[in-house]
């Protein structure tokens, strides 16, 4: 069964320092999202490719984060630098197109910031 | 902004059990998604709704799509130990980026 791959699984890293996370989609999905959930919570989207497009990034810290999907297939998510409140699980989840259609999440990476 | 109610917050129950929640929104949605959700895990999507009205199962899940499209619910029948999780509910709007809303979650706790 085809699924999200995510790594690191886990990361721990001091503030200030820079921190990346890698996220392949399911095979053919044209969309890529990406969620934070802090403890507790639901997933809240950061941003949201469409192919090696960006078409929501509201919501995400341009400050410190930054997002990429350069060939429209795997896509990278940093932060830089790293602070104390960044500590949550970052999430990938693909759909085959844009629009309401299912979301498929992978496994995550739980970020813990020293 | 949209937002999603999401009750009960949790839940404790005998195995065996059926199991209710229920989500709500401000806003008309056009799409509902339910997820379950392990500790340490990604979310993994149970059952999709598209259509008022609508009323689809998944094994002991059956969820349901409010006629008025602002709630939708999620019925587990016979719980197990391993139906113990957060289910989380989420919906879209066919406006602006289409994003899904998620709620809260509802903690399940099976008692064996």
């Known amino acids: 069964e085809a699924e999200v791959a995510q790594s690191p699984r886990y990361k721990i890293t001091e503030k200030s320092q820079a921190v990346a996370f890698w996220c392949d989609p399911i095979?053919?999905?044209?969309?890529l999202y990406w969620y934070r959930q802090i403890l507790g919570q639901g997933p809240e989207l950061l941003v949201q490719?469409?192919?090696?497009?960006?078409?929501?990034d509201s919501q995400l810290p341009k400050d410190r984060f930054s997002a990429e999907r350069l060939k429209g297939v795997d896509s990278t998510l940093k932060i830089q630098p790293a602070e104390l409140g960044d500590s949550a699980m970052y999430l990938c989840?693909?759909?085959?197109?844009?629009?309401?259609?299912?979301?498929?999440f992978g496994p995550g990476t739980r970020l813990t910031v020293t | 902004g949209q937002q999603l109610n999401q009750s009960p917050q949790s839940m404790f129950i005998q195995e065996g059990e059926d199991v209710s929640m229920n989500c709500t929104s401000s806003?008309?949605?056009?799409?509902w998604l339910w997820y379950k959700q392990d500790p340490g895990e990604g979310p993994v999507l149970l059952i999709a709704?598209?259509?008022?009205?609508e009323l689809t199962s998944n094994g002991r899940l059956t969820a349901q799509f409010g006629i008025t499209r602002k709630d939708s619910f999620l019925n587990i029948s016979a719980s197990i130990p391993s139906d113990v999780g957060i289910y989380f509910c989420?919906?879209?709007?066919?406006?602006?980026?289409?994003?899904?809303?998620f709620g809260q979650g509802t903690r399940l706790t099976i008692n064996p």
């Open positions: 989840a693909s759909s085959f197109e844009m629009g309401p259609y299912e979301q498929y």
């Open positions: 095979s053919g999905h044209a969309t």
């Open positions: 490719f469409q192919d090696e497009s960006v078409v929501d």
């Open positions: 806003s008309i949605f056009n799409t």
């Open positions: 709704l598209y259509k008022a009205g």
């Open positions: 989420a919906g879209s709007t066919l406006q602006g980026a289409q994003k899904l809303v």
